[in-house]
């Protein structure tokens, strides 16, 4: 079974920070593309970032840019978006994706089961 997990959401005051881990099993990770999307009340699920599957290269939206970082450690099957300068219009739930194509192209063909982010004002 494929499982991504995440973990490192929470409440945060504007302008700090958090690191958001997502741990992948049942799959070839370097198969993979990884990404992160997140979803605010109210509004559709959208793209925050992806990686590719050797993490030499990333891509971001626009609103997160310069802000959020994406890596990924493929020893521990493991990926990380590191969040700075939060916004309260960064309140969402996050949640991993993996997808052997591009997370971009096409829906992700995996999951994770999301992690809260609370940015106060």
């Known amino acids: 079974q494929v499982q991504l997990v995440e973990s490192g959401g929470g409440l945060v005051q504007a302008g700090g920070s958090l690191r958001l881990s997502c741990a992948a099993s049942g799959l070839t990770f370097t198969n993979y593309y990884m990404g992160w999307f997140r979803q605010a009340p109210g509004k559709e699920r959208e793209f925050v970032a992806v990686?590719?599957?050797?993490?030499?290269?990333?891509y971001y939206a626009d609103s997160v840019k310069g802000r959020f970082t994406f890596s990924r450690d493929n020893a521990k099957n493991t990926v990380y978006l590191q969040m700075n300068s939060l916004k309260p219009e960064d309140t969402a739930v996050y949640y991993c994706a993996a997808d052997r194509v591009s997370v971009i192209i096409r829906t992700p063909e995996y999951w994770g089961q999301g992690t809260q982010v609370t940015v106060s004002s």
């Open positions: 990686i590719s599957k050797s993490g030499g290269d990333t």
